[in-house]
């Protein structure tokens, strides 16, 4: 086992390397140079006095350096956790992260839980009941999750809370350490909305690994010696079903940062999301390559979890 997760550790590294360069090197081919849009909106009046102010900016965000000057000084501090200043809110992007992120990590944290917690136990429902109409009302309630977007399941929440209930969630965000329950109030219906949409594959998955194993041979087994149906269900299907619904759902964990952004926007959460379609619009390169750097982070290390997680379910791969 160790020498399987000091493999992945291994590979971690370059991975992550890799993808820096990838960021950096991309908005670097974005077309349009900062420096010029910044003047240009500032709307000065000489041309001279543009170009001494072009170059200016330049030298002051270090543009004017080599690109791989530049990468390797970005890189540098992004390890230290310096990720340079907004062009466009003239402070640390390491502030903008340390605001946006809490929110952003805790919508993605409780839409997991919550999909996961209600996705597998209907997968193995539906499998263990198939053809029944709880089988039915599990594929019908997972092939709606499929095909409604995310955008008008949460719309359609939001017009059911103010077309029956009279009620709209909190426009003003409140952190949970301030007040829990005002921070649900606002959090629990893109939470549902986005928990809907990613469970519904997670469950047709869960029933389709289930349906294959309950057929094998040492499930038969299992019962042949008298093991009761749940204990059969839990303790020999459910684990060796498992192994495509982690990588799924480690697949999701880490792109569910970035996926929220419609959630974010729908019911006015100021998260990751938001930062970086504002960031982007205004070309704020700072801002952008520290989200996103910090999105391919924690994919990364969520697959390196989902890897170590496969060597505690299937020990041949371990020792493979």
Known sequence: MRKYVARRLLLFVP???????LIFVLLRLVPGDIAEILVYQAGTESSAIQQKQVEQIRREFGLDRPVVVQYVLWLGNALRGDFGYSYTQRRPVADILSERFPRSLELAFLTLVVAIVWAIPLGVVSATRQNTWADYLV?????????????FTGVLILYGLVRFFRWLPPLEFVALTQDPLENL????WPTLAQAYYISAPITRLTRSQMLEVIRQDYIRTARAKGLGHWAVVYRHALRNSLLPVVTFIGWWGGRLLGGIV??????????????????VSYRDYPTVQA????????????????????GWLDPRIRYA
């Open 291 to 310: 989200i996103v750097f910090v999105m391919a982070l924690i994919f990364l290390t969520l697959n390196l979890l989902v890897d170590l997680l496969y």
């Open 185 to 188: 109030k606002q959090l629990v």
């Open 15 to 21: 991975t992550l390397l890799g993808a820096s360069v």
């Open 139 to 151: 594929r019908l309630v997972s092939i709606s999750g499929l095909s409604l977007p995310i955008f």
């Open 262 to 279: 419609i959630m974010e926007f729908i019911f006015a959460v100021p998260g990751m999301g938001t930062a970086l379609v504002q960031a």
